[in-house]
């Protein structure tokens, strides 16, 4: 009969873990339960399930430029003042023109009250042609025209050449407003050759640039000249 092998459980157990003898009945329990092992599990970052921020947007932010939605519509803020009254709360007095009606109106805000920002998005596209009565923009990236009506355009037209770039403003997937850069170079196409006057003292005559507007410049100026003309303003700057 083959020879039947014997081993100490105790010794072997001890010298596997390394540690302290115990009595049979605890390392047979210690040692062979039914358990499966178990080991710790490596957890994620907490860094890595950090959301980000989001911010409130509230009277107290308000600036000129800023956008906002009140009663369902965007706004743009034309001019903003935060007034601290002796008495009563603090407030911001505003006035906004509605992207979408043209409409200027004065509003006024309590301090410190949330407000909704309108979700507005830009895009660069350049004005390519006139199309009849159809301004025509171009995504020079994807080659895609958008076409704005002269009523959507306004007044801007007395500064908007072909080849410029200009920022088309969406709202919920919209055109709702586009903005000229804010220096534009214009060449001055006729002047009143007979007015004269001091251009020390700075002095000044109106002047017609290739767009059609009528732009006040230095005596100095003359046919041919190219100007740079704040758009915003009407107003001349330099000489190109």
């Avoid at 923009?137 to 009523?151: G, H, K, P, Q, V």
């Avoid at 007395?158 to 080849?163: I, M, T």
């Avoid at 046919?223 to 303003?233: A, C, H, K």
Wanted: hydrophobic residues 40%; aromatic residues 10%; glycine residues 8%.
């Amino acid at each position: 009969m083959a020879g039947m092998a014997t081993f100490n459980l105790s010794s072997a157990s001890s010298s596997i873990y390394s540690r302290p003898s115990l009595p049979s009945s605890k390392a047979s329990s210690l040692f062979f339960s039914s358990r499966p092992s178990i080991l710790p599990m490596q957890r994620t970052p907490f860094r890595s399930r950090i959301l980000p921020k989001i911010y409130a947007f509230s009277s107290n932010d308000i600036k000129v430029g800023s956008n906002i939605e009140v009663d369902g519509a965007p706004w743009r803020v034309l001019e903003f003042l935060h007034v601290k009254p002796g008495k009563g709360a603090a407030f911001v007095r505003t006035k906004m023109r509605n992207y979408i009606t043209g409409n200027t109106v004065e509003k006024t805000f309590r301090a410190g009250v949330t407000i909704d920002e309108a979700d507005i998005f830009k895009e660069t596209k350049q004005f390519t042609y006139k199309d009849g009565s159809q301004f025509v923009f171009m995504d020079l990236s994807t080659y895609e025209e958008i076409r704005l009506n002269a009523t959507d355009v306004g007044d801007k037209t007395k500064f908007l050449k072909e080849g410029m770039d200009c920022t088309v403003l969406f709202w919920n997937g919209k055109i709702i407003d586009f903005d000229l850069p804010i220096t534009v170079k214009l060449k001055v196409v006729d002047v009143d050759p007979g007015l004269k006057g001091d251009t020390a003292q700075g002095g000044s005559k109106p002047a017609t640039v290739d767009t059609g507007a009528v732009v006040n410049v230095p005596l100095f100026v003359n046919i041919g000249d190219e100007i740079l003309v704040d758009s915003r303003t009407g107003q001349y700057m330099s000489r190109a």
